[in-house]
């Protein structure tokens, strides 16, 4: 059973890991004690024979060994591949949990999409998440020993209520040598296919949720059987095994205490149980121990998945939601907070602090702006080519033709919208229209003159248009006209409509 200690450490205060530290079940005592003693017994034997059993020629020989082992034991790159190899562990670990097949969401989707409340509603639904459940209970028999040990044959699972006895001859009828969890996953494909053909889930759109839905339950099942297929490779796990036992095998050798006398390098002290040893032998050992425990989480190790809890408690929420739960609302009636402009819950005495704080509106919130450089800056150009100004940029999209003239109407409205859109003040606008200086009697050649940047000039008249002269009236009896009804004068616009060109030229003349 997985052993769970989050709320001991729910808030962090002074040595809030200190009380996990006497904890047996699920520690690293409980996984190394025995480890640790055989390493402790090698070497205090050595100590021993070395103190009590070797003569003096032995005694230096092995003083030169103890020497050269503790010089060239730190060769041995033992943090660097125990890192590595624990990650690599610990994420695998992790990502198997997160491939457990969780019946929530399938369960929401068959509540919703198959329909009545008869009994073969009922059936349909509690046969769909059975369907799911067994599924679930063969890949886990098939990775987890506990599982196993629960469900060690076929006939378990029947007699459980997972698998029905005719379902159980279909099952090992089917000639496979393979694993057969899959099996259920296609019972339950063609059952939602039959509930569409009988009306019971209603359209196409929810079949494809529901085997959706069913595709999603079905690819974590085979990711567990991947992951318990594929393992980390062997090599790597050789090479760290390895690494850290010869280590600790030449620290056997190299860490023993000689005798003071010799006058060796670092020798000065004698000591019976080397400490600091004991210790690098916890962490190390330890750390190959937590991924031994994690390389397998399907075992039945302290912090191994609870899989029987979970095939359990699946399988007994499946059936609540598509059963006892089918079209079971309660009376829809108004909130709290109805008429409450603000909703908000209340707090308790433990938790009104909370109230007093601020909300949080962003990183940015609490920055300050000298007012200088708030000021907005006026763009210098706008796009085109270098050197062209955006009142030729935009008279070289238009065409060319008669109403493109000065006192055309194309021409004034293409007046009227440079000067609208302009960003040149009215100080450099009227510089930048000054009239170059011509010869007495001739006219202008620019667009000062427009009536619509200069409302004090009269409007010209618009140049007639160019084509034969009509011809003249031909005496003889005249028709009465017709009388065509003129439309009136538009109203103002709605408020929230943007006026159009005419009208603003109006109302700027």
Known sequence: MTVTYTARVANARFGGFSQLLLLWRGSIYKLLWRELLCF??????????????????????????????????????????????????????WSQYLCMPLPDALMCVVAGTVHGRDDRGRLYRRTLMRYAGLSAVLILRSVSTAVFKRFPTIDHVVEAGF????????????????????????????LAAQARREGRIRDNSALKLLLE?????????????????????????????????????????GRQFLDPAQGYKDHDLDLCVPIFTLLQFFFYAGWLKVAEQLINPFGEDDDDFETNFLIDRNFQVSMLAVDEMYDDLAVLEKDLYWDAAEARAPYTAATVFQLRQPSFQGSTFDITLAKEDMQFQRLDGLDGPMGEAPGDFLQRLLPAGAGMAAGGPLGRRLSFLLRKNSCVSEASTGASCSCAVVPEGAAPECSCGDPLLDPGLPEPEPPPPAGPEPPALIPGPVEPFSIVTMPGPRGPAPPWLPSPIGEEEENLA
């Open 40 to 93: 402790l017994g090698f070497y205090m034997v050595l100590s021993a024979a070395y103190r009590f059993v070797l003569t003096e020629g032995q005694k230096r020989y092995f003083e030169k060994l103890v020497i050269y082992c503790d010089q060239y034991a730190s060769l041995i790159p033992v943090s660097f591949v125990l890192g590595f190899y624990v990650t690599l562990v610990v994420n695998r670990w």
């Open 163 to 190: 698998m029905t006895r005719e379902e159980r001859k279909k099952f090992e009828n089917l000639n496979s040598s393979y694993n057969k969890y899959w099996v259920p996953c296609v019972w339950f494909s063609n």
């Open 213 to 253: 839905e069913l595709n999603v339950f079905r690819g974590k099942c085979g990711m567990l059987f991947h992951y318990d297929w594929i393992s980390v490779p062997l090599v790597y796990t050789q090479v760290v095994t390895i690494a850290l036992y010869s280590y600790f095998l030449a620290c056997l050798i």
